[in-house]
C-alpha cells in the first residue's frame, strides 16, 4: 500500500494530472483493496463512508470555502456554486480507507456492528450540517471559517473529550 500511495504521488507531482484524477489514482486502488481484505465490517465502514461525507463535509467544506481557506481545479458542479464536488469526493475516500485501513490493520476486522454511540455521532453531524447550512441561507459570513479554527472545533475539541472519557481509543487513533 505504502509503495504504491508513493508511486501515485509521484506521478500526480510529475504528470500534474486534474485534480480528480488524481484523487482516483491516489486513494481509489488502496481505498478499494483495504476494502476487499475486509470479511466482516465492510457493510459498516462503508456506511459510516457514506453519512459521514454526505452529512459532515459538505458544511466543512462550504464553511472552509466561505473563508476562501483554499481552492482547487474543479471540473465538476459546485456545492451552491462555491464548494468543489471533487472535495466531497476526496472527503469519501479519506474516510473509506482510512476506516478499512482501521478496521483491518488495528481492529483486526473484529465486529460487523455499530456501537450503541453511533447515532449521538450522526445526531452531531445532523446537527452541524442543519445549522451550517441554516445560517448560510441567513447570515453566510458567520459560517466562513478557516481550516485551523474548523479542526480545533471539529477534531479537537471532541477528540479531547473523547480520550478524556475513553482513554484506550488514544492508542488506538495514534496508531
Do not use: M
Amino acid at each position: 500500500l505504502l509503495g504504491y500511495v508513493l508511486t501515485a504521488c509521484l506521478f500526480v507531482y510529475f504528470f500534474h494530472p486534474i485534480y480528480l484524477v488524481s484523487i482516483l489514482i491516489v486513494l481509489l486502488p488502496p481505498s478499494l483493496l483495504n476494502f476487499l481484505w475486509l470479511k466482516k465490517s465492510r457493510a459498516k465502514v462503508f456506511i459510516f463512508s457514506v453519512l459521514t461525507t454526505l452529512i459532515f463535509a459538505p458544511p466543512v467544506e462550504l464553511a472552509a470555502r466561505l473563508a476562501s481557506a483554499w481552492d482547487v481545479q474543479s471540473i465538476l458542479p459546485r456545492l451552491f456554486g462555491i464548494a468543489p464536488i471533487e472535495n466531497i469526493i476526496f472527503a469519501f475516500f479519506n474516510f473509506f480507507w482510512v476506516l478499512s485501513f482501521y478496521k483491518y490493520f488495528v481492529d483486526k476486522d473484529d465486529s460487523a456492528h455499530f456501537s450503541h454511540n453511533f447515532r449521538y455521532l450522526i445526531l452531531l453531524y445532523i446537527g452541524l450540517f442543519v445549522a451550517v447550512f441554516s445560517l448560510y441561507f441567513v447570515r453566510p459570513e458567520l459560517i466562513a471559517v478557516n481550516y485551523v479554527l474548523l479542526a480545533v472545533l471539529i477534531l479537537f475539541l471532541p477528540g479531547g473529550f473523547i480520550f478524556w472519557r475513553c482513554p484506550r481509543l488514544l492508542k488506538k487513533v495514534w496508531l
